[in-house]
């Protein structure tokens, strides 16, 4: 194994001023790391910039083009963030939200991420500045551990570091960057990788646990598909590397095939099982809900194609892995592909799509294979097979192919995933392998094997662009200008293939400091280029500042509200007042709700309710009132209304007036009050997972919350164990004696408590394993007396 050394803190240290210089506004200015200008466009806090410390016009500047996806980031991100650190800093586990679709569960949303280490950032710093500082970080180890692996395996250190640049600054990671879960996930498969393959050169049979670490951040960093992928992709890397020794003879067939699953099962099974103990108490209760949410049906792995057929893009579509904006550009505003940008975004650069292009070729003309593979370090020519195969996979998988149709028929779970162009995660983390090794065997490589090799690989991505270019454009050619909005873009891309083609040709004449600088700086320049301007940035002050309108709510801090909105949209700005989870962000209780799960019951009950679809067409995982039904409203315990428009003086009291209006129902249902009996219930929500009632229970009766039943909640009447029930069809009832006078509710699911002791268990025995083999590697070490 290679030891650091200062050169290789070099290289770590231009992956910290990368990151420094992709986000300099967050560096230099001190801005947030979100599109806090799309909040700043909600009602109603775009009526006049209210509570801003400046005019909200100075702050916001020119509105930025609506991206729905990023969009998220202030929308579900910011307030989860906002909720976890405020419950935590108040004493108390977040395991419930009461804010959003009359309570919901929080930690089993899974991108909620409360127990993914790096997210105490956001606990420990204000939370609008912990976007940033998280995403420099993840920047940073995206670059650092792609070089570990690569120099694990022999390649020099420039093209160890053009390798880890690649990575880090990918259009993929780049697109992502700003959902923060995604990116925390992707960065620790190189890692994982590379703890892998030492685990495979020593033995034992805990040889395998530091590769437990990186598995458990993938599936506690908080992005279930991207945390199948990285899996994935782990899986069929141990698969492919058979672990060390396992191909040593033995007698029979038997005993050689138990010795390499023993092998296999150190070096890989037991790091994965230890990793899935460890994250139970976030996986248990995202799967409890699963089986509970409006995603629910079918088994989670059993394999199905339907969803990607129905929803992968057609192969003309991949002209963005060589030509990014072909397309446009979401940053300015004419982007007119088949999805949102980040779902099929896979650059890397011209340079490693050349680097690959002529590994693949290498390895396939027999006259530059023997050169090629003799410049390889020893074993590389195995890792680029792989990486290549990888690479081909993920592409097949994220465009319609007949080898992706199969791969989601035989590989468990993958169907269920939905936006099948996210698995280019793969594509990217292959390529920027490939470009390590590629730039290493080239600096290698005699002179005369170069321009050959070159000319095939430069004709061979230059022509398959070509054809994609023409088959894109015969594809969309009532789409408007095609021409003009993709000449730019196929421009950049000659310019760049010229460039870094003659970079690589002369690199055999050129000292291998100067050739490698050159090309450090035609894949920076490319990269950073292109990943300019998609990460908008804004003042901290226009996150969610003090407002009259939620200023008036709050002084009735238990009632419920219903925000009325008009339209929702995927393409251009909603016209929307208090969208959902701002209620988490300000601390107000909201009928309305987005997220990725949420209970089936509550959805298909307001369904009823309504008489018609409550999630808008362009958005599933929400649940947007667009009138005011008084019945509705009384059953769901809701008080206020906040809308844009007038109401009837009928049902309604107006209590607030503007461009945002706030009304107060007319004789609303209180959110708790005894059933069947005489009394009087006053609510008290002291925490997020507890609720008390004040009762003055005058015969034997119910209680009834209209809160969201869910598994988990239990009850307590004056000391005593209740039963807690469905009451209502989705809300929770309580049965309370004659003389009742005190009910309390806490909600502790066994999901998360059986999970929580299982991290535990996985935590104390990682520990107790990990210290004990560190002391028996000491003693190995130690000399002989």
Same mark, same amino acid.
């Given at each position: 194994?290679?030891?650091?050394?200062?050169?290789?803190?070099?290289?770590?240290?231009?992956?910290?001023?990368?990151?420094?210089?992709?986000?300099?506004?967050?560096?230099?200015?001190?801005?947030?790391?979100?599109?806090?200008?799309?909040?700043?466009?909600?009602?109603?806090?775009?009526?006049?910039?209210?509570?801003?410390?400046?005019?909200?016009?100075?702050?916001?500047?020119?509105?930025?083009?609506?991206?729905?996806?990023?969009?998220?980031?202030?929308?579900?991100?910011?307030?989860?963030?906002?909720?976890?650190?405020?419950?935590?800093?108040?004493?108390?586990?977040?395991?419930?939200?009461?804010?959003?679709?009359?309570?919901?569960?929080?930690?089993? /949303?899974?991108?909620?991420?409360?127990? #993914?280490?790096?997210?105490?950032?956001?606990?420990?710093?204000?939370?609008?500045?912990?976007?940033?500082?998280?995403?420099?970080?993840?920047?940073?180890?995206?670059?650092? %551990?792609?070089?570990?692996?690569?120099?694990?395996?022999?390649?020099?250190?420039?093209?160890?570091?053009?390798?880890?640049?690649?990575?880090?600054?990918?259009?993929?990671?780049? =697109?992502?960057?700003?959902?923060?879960?995604?990116? /925390?996930?992707?960065?620790?498969?190189?890692?994982?990788?590379?703890?892998?393959?030492?685990?495979?050169?020593?033995?034992?049979?805990?040889?395998?646990?530091?590769?437990?670490?990186?598995?458990?951040?993938?599936?506690?960093?908080?992005?279930?598909?991207?945390?199948?992928?990285?899996?994935?992709?782990?899986?069929?890397?141990?698969?492919?590397?058979?672990?060390?020794?396992?191909?040593?003879?033995?007698?029979?067939?038997?005993?050689?095939? &138990?010795?390499?699953?023993?092998?296999?099962?150190?070096?890989?099974?037991?790091?994965?099982?230890?990793?899935?103990?460890?994250?139970?108490?976030?996986?248990?209760?995202?799967?409890?809900?699963?089986?509970?949410?409006?995603?629910?049906?079918?088994?989670?792995?059993?394999?199905?194609?339907?969803?990607?057929?129905?929803?992968?893009?057609?192969?003309?579509?991949?002209?963005?892995?060589?030509?990014?904006?072909? %397309?446009?550009?979401?940053?300015?505003?004419?982007?007119?592909?088949?999805?949102?940008?980040?779902?099929?975004?896979?650059?890397?650069?011209?340079?490693?799509?050349?680097?690959?292009?002529?590994?693949?070729?290498?390895?396939?003309?027999?006259?530059?294979?023997?050169?090629?593979?003799?410049?390889?370090?020893?074993?590389?020519?195995?890792?680029?097979?792989?990486?290549?195969?990888?690479?081909?996979?993920?592409?097949?998988?994220?465009?319609?192919?007949?080898?992706?149709?199969?791969?989601?028929?035989?590989?468990?779970?993958?169907?269920?995933?939905?936006?099948?162009?996210?698995?280019?995660?793969?594509?990217?983390?292959?390529?920027?392998?490939?470009?390590?090794?590629?730039?290493?065997?080239?600096?290698?490589?005699?002179?005369?094997?170069?321009?050959?090799?070159?000319?095939?690989?430069?004709?061979?991505?230059?022509?398959?662009?070509?054809?994609?270019?023409?088959?894109?454009?015969?594809?969309?050619? &009532?789409?408007?200008?095609?021409?003009?909005?993709?000449?730019?873009?196929?421009?950049?891309?000659? =310019?760049?293939?010229?460039?870094?083609?003659?970079?690589?040709?002369?690199?055999?004449?050129?000292?291998?400091?100067?050739?490698?600088?050159?090309?450090?700086?035609?894949?920076?320049?490319?990269?950073?280029?292109?990943?300019?301007?998609? /990460?908008?940035?804004?003042?901290?002050?226009?996150?969610?500042?003090?407002?009259?309108?939620?200023?008036?709510?709050?002084?009735?801090?238990?009632?419920?509200?219903?925000?009325?909105?008009?339209?929702?949209?995927?393409?251009?700005?909603?016209?929307?007042?208090?969208?959902?989870?701002?209620?988490?962000?300000?601390?107000?209780?909201?009928?309305?709700?987005?997220?990725?799960? #949420?209970?089936?019951?509550?959805?298909?009950?307001?369904?009823?309710?309504?008489?018609?679809?409550?999630?808008?067409?362009?958005?599933?995982?929400?649940?947007?009132?667009?009138?005011?039904?008084?019945?509705?409203?009384?059953?769901?315990?809701?008080?206020?209304?906040?809308?844009?428009?007038?109401?009837?003086?009928?049902?309604?009291?107006?209590?607030?007036?503007?461009?945002?209006?706030? #009304?107060?129902?007319?004789?609303?249902?209180?959110?708790?009050?005894?059933?069947?009996?005489?009394?009087? =219930?006053?609510?008290?929500?002291?925490?997020?997972?507890?609720?008390?009632?004040?009762?003055?229970?005058?015969?034997?009766?119910?209680?009834?919350?209209?809160?969201?039943?869910?598994?988990?909640?239990?009850?307590?009447?004056?000391?005593?164990?209740?039963?807690?029930?469905?009451?209502?069809?989705?809300?929770?009832?309580?049965?309370?004696?004659?003389?009742?006078?005190?009910?309390?509710?806490?909600?502790?699911?066994?999901?998360?408590? %059986?999970?929580? %002791?299982?991290?535990?268990?996985?935590?104390?025995?990682?520990?107790?394993?990990?210290?004990?083999?560190?002391?028996?590697?000491?003693?190995?070490?130690?000399?002989?007396?």
């Amino acid at each position: 194994m290679r030891r650091p050394s200062l050169r290789d803190a070099g290289a770590y240290a231009c992956f910290l001023l990368l990151a420094c210089a992709l986000l300099w506004p967050v560096v230099l200015r001190g801005e947030a790391l979100l599109p806090l200008q799309y909040a700043a466009s909600f009602y109603p806090w775009k009526q006049a910039g209210e509570g801003l410390p400046q005019p909200a016009e100075r702050l916001i500047g020119a509105l930025p083009p609506w991206n729905s996806l990023l969009a998220d980031s202030v929308l579900q991100y910011l307030p989860w963030r906002h909720f976890t650190r405020e419950s935590l800093h108040a004493g108390y586990l977040p395991l419930w939200n009461p804010h959003q679709f009359c309570g919901t569960p929080f930690v089993a /949303n899974y991108q909620s991420a409360l127990f #993914y280490p790096f997210n105490a950032l956001f606990w420990l710093l204000p939370v609008v500045y912990a976007f940033g500082v998280s995403a420099i970080l993840h920047l940073f180890l995206a670059g650092a %551990f792609v070089y570990l692996y690569l120099r694990g395996r022999g390649v020099d250190r420039g093209p160890a570091l053009l390798g880890g640049i690649t990575f880090e600054l990918s259009g993929f990671v780049v =697109a992502w960057l700003e959902l923060p879960t995604a990116v /925390n996930v992707a960065v620790w498969l190189p890692l994982a990788l590379h703890l892998y393959e030492r685990s495979r050169a020593e033995g034992g049979a805990l040889r395998g646990l530091p590769t437990t670490i990186p598995l458990a951040m993938m599936l506690l960093a908080g992005h279930p598909q991207f945390a199948f992928y990285a899996l994935l992709g782990f899986a069929l890397y141990a698969l492919c590397h058979a672990p060390a020794g396992s191909e040593s003879t033995g007698s029979g067939l038997l005993p050689r095939a &138990g010795r390499r699953l023993w092998a296999l099962l150190a070096c890989a099974g037991v790091p994965l099982a230890l990793a899935s103990l460890i994250a139970a108490a976030q996986v248990l209760p995202m799967l409890e809900l699963s089986r509970l949410s409006h995603r629910a049906g079918g088994s989670l792995l059993s394999p199905d194609a339907s969803g990607y057929r129905n929803q992968a893009l057609p192969l003309w579509s991949a002209v963005v892995l060589a030509l990014p904006d072909f %397309f446009g550009n979401p940053a300015r505003g004419d982007f007119w592909g088949p999805a949102n940008r980040a779902e099929f975004v896979g650059y890397v650069g011209v340079l490693p799509l050349l680097l690959a292009a002529l590994a693949a070729v290498s390895l396939l003309v027999p006259s530059l294979r023997r050169p090629w593979l003799a410049a390889l370090p020893a074993g590389g020519a195995r890792h680029v097979a792989f990486f290549l195969g990888l690479a081909l996979v993920a592409m097949a998988g994220s465009f319609r192919t007949p080898l992706g149709d199969l791969l989601y028929q035989i590989v468990p779970g993958l169907g269920r995933l939905g936006s099948p162009g996210r698995m280019l995660y793969l594509f990217t983390v292959a390529l920027a392998m490939l470009a390590g090794f590629g730039a290493h065997a080239l600096a290698r490589m005699p002179v005369r094997g170069k321009p050959l090799a070159l000319a095939v690989a430069v004709v061979g991505v230059g022509g398959m662009s070509a054809w994609l270019i023409a088959s894109s454009m015969a594809a969309a050619l &009532g789409a408007g200008d095609v021409l003009g909005a993709t000449a730019g873009a196929t421009f950049h891309f000659c =310019a760049l293939l010229v460039l870094a083609g003659g970079v690589l040709a002369g690199s055999g004449r050129l000292p291998r400091a100067t050739a490698g600088a050159l090309l450090l700086l035609v894949l920076g320049g490319d990269l950073l280029a292109n990943a300019w301007g998609q /990460n908008p940035t804004a003042p901290a002050a226009l996150a969610y500042p003090p407002n009259p309108v939620v200023t008036a709510l709050k002084q009735d801090p238990e009632a419920r509200f219903l925000a009325i909105t008009p339209r929702w949209s995927l393409g251009e700005y909603p016209t929307t007042v208090l969208p959902p989870n701002t209620a988490t962000a300000v601390g107000l209780h909201d009928v309305n709700g987005y997220d990725s799960l #949420y209970g089936i019951a509550y959805k298909s009950f307001l369904n009823r309710l309504a008489g018609k679809e409550t999630s808008p067409a362009a958005n599933g995982n929400m649940i947007l009132f667009e009138s005011a039904d008084p019945e509705v409203l009384r059953a769901l315990g809701c008080r206020y209304v906040v809308t844009l428009g007038p109401l009837g003086e009928e049902h309604f009291e107006q209590v607030a007036s503007g461009v945002v209006n706030v #009304y107060r129902l007319r004789g609303a249902c209180p959110r708790a009050f005894l059933d069947g009996a005489p009394g009087k =219930a006053t609510l008290s929500t002291p925490a997020p997972t507890r609720v008390t009632v004040s009762l003055d229970a005058q015969a034997a009766g119910q209680v009834v919350l209209l809160e969201s039943y869910f598994p988990g909640w239990r009850a307590w009447v004056d000391g005593r164990p209740a039963p807690v029930q469905p009451a209502r069809e989705v809300f929770r009832g309580v049965p309370v004696p004659s003389g009742a006078r005190r009910l309390e509710l806490r909600y502790a699911p066994m999901s998360f408590r %059986f999970g929580l %002791f299982l991290a535990l268990l996985g935590v104390s025995f990682l520990t107790g394993a990990g210290i004990a083999r560190a002391s028996e590697k000491k003693g190995a070490l130690s000399p002989a007396e």
